[in-house]
């Protein structure tokens, strides 16, 4: 840790005079708590900020209370939960940017309560993260870990890599959104059938039809899909949706992907199955908890490939969601209202 307000990225040069903060005395700092692509570094040099960055802050927490002390706005990943006790210690705290499109470590209730705007990067790493479900996709059904891993040790069983093929399977989507959007084009060539559940959305939604998918009900589609991919967010209706009872419901043979948010799926319960032999595999890279520790229930079990929440980490991915959050953060500070607020004021309905 640096523990200055230099940026770790090359120097911008002096702020523009058109920088929103050239004529306000001294200009904002913004502390850097989790990793930031320099795209968005150099987005809040060159609009005036000061800049203290300092990504290991995650795992240091009377660090990141101190050096919060001093900061205007606060840029984190998924790793600083921001909650009221945090807050306490920042009080020029005006704006904190979440670099990304999850929202679960953010306490809505605390930031609202002391009139701390939001702002994040809401489809930036969508693409991202639907080529990386694909990708879990086809290493499960080709056994591509366990392969590498033999094919690395010279081990030849290849009979016990007999695989299948994607082309028979129905793909359940849990969770429609901006990234099962982009993955429903990835998969239309490559599968049977594509059919969703959204616990907003019922079936006569005109997005299903545009996409070519199938609406079908919860437990219609558990029974129903061969691959099942859950991008839903958690949230108080969604929190352990796929409990014991429902994950029991899958189709056997069935393979799950998650890769919206941990705390979705009974992780314990996905054990037993995944144990029992009655789903196939499973791919994920969203935990309950993260990491998720020593007593993790499916480390080590066949048919499963667990990743450490990578999905949207791509270069591009990370350019874009740097640049967005940055520029929303420059906007609050200057006065002007976000492009991307996670939360709509309080009074003001969200748009539709």
Avoid at 13 to 20: F, L, V
Avoid at 175 to 198: D, W, Y
Avoid at 273 to 293: F, Y
Wanted: proline share 9%; hydrophobic share 45%.
């Amino acid at each position: 840790m640096t523990g200055t307000d230099q940026p770790l990225v090359p120097a911008a040069g002096p702020a523009s005079t058109a920088s929103p903060f050239v004529a306000t005395g001294t200009p904002p700092l913004v502390l850097v708590a989790e990793f930031c692509a320099a795209t968005g570094l150099r987005t809040l040099q060159a609009a005036g900020c000061r800049l203290l960055y300092e990504p290991g802050l995650d795992r240091d927490p009377a660090a990141l209370r101190h050096r919060l002390a001093r900061a205007d706005a606060l840029l984190v990943r998924n790793r600083v939960r921001v909650d009221r006790d945090l807050l306490e210690h920042g009080p020029r705290l005006r704006v904190i940017g979440r670099l990304g499109a999850g929202l679960d470590n953010i306490d809505r209730a605390a930031v609202e309560e002391r009139g701390v705007q939001v702002v994040y990067a809401p489809g930036a790493g969508a693409r991202a993260v639907a080529e990386f479900v694909l990708a879990q996709m086809l290493a499960l059904a080709r056994h591509l870990v366990p392969a590498a891993r033999m094919g690395a040790a010279d081990e030849w069983d290849r009979q016990s890599l007999v695989g299948t093929e994607l082309a028979g399977a129905e793909v359940g989507i849990l969770g429609l959104g901006r990234i099962g959007r982009q993955l429903v084009p990835l998969l239309r060539p490559l599968v049977r059938a594509v059919s969703t559940f959204h616990p907003r959305q019922g079936p006569g939604d005109p997005l299903w039809r545009r996409l070519g998918v199938r609406w079908r009900p919860l437990e219609e589609l558990l029974a129903a899909a061969d691959y099942l991919v859950v991008l839903l967010p958690l949230g108080p209706e969604t929190r352990q949706l796929l409990d014991g009872s429902r994950l029991e419901r899958l189709k056997a043979g069935a393979r799950l992907v998650v890769a919206g948010r941990g705390g979705v799926v009974d992780e314990a319960a996905l054990a037993r199955l995944l144990r029992s032999g009655r789903l196939a595999g499973a791919a994920l890279d969203v935990r309950a908890v993260e990491p998720p520790g020593p007593h993790d229930p499916l480390r080590g079990l066949p048919g499963v490939l667990l990743t450490p929440h990578i999905a949207g980490l791509t270069a591009e991915a990370q350019a874009r969601v740097a640049v967005m959050v940055a520029a929303d953060v420059v906007r609050v500070l200057s006065g002007s209202p976000p492009l991307h607020p996670a939360w709509p004021p309080r009074g003001i309905a969200p748009s539709p």
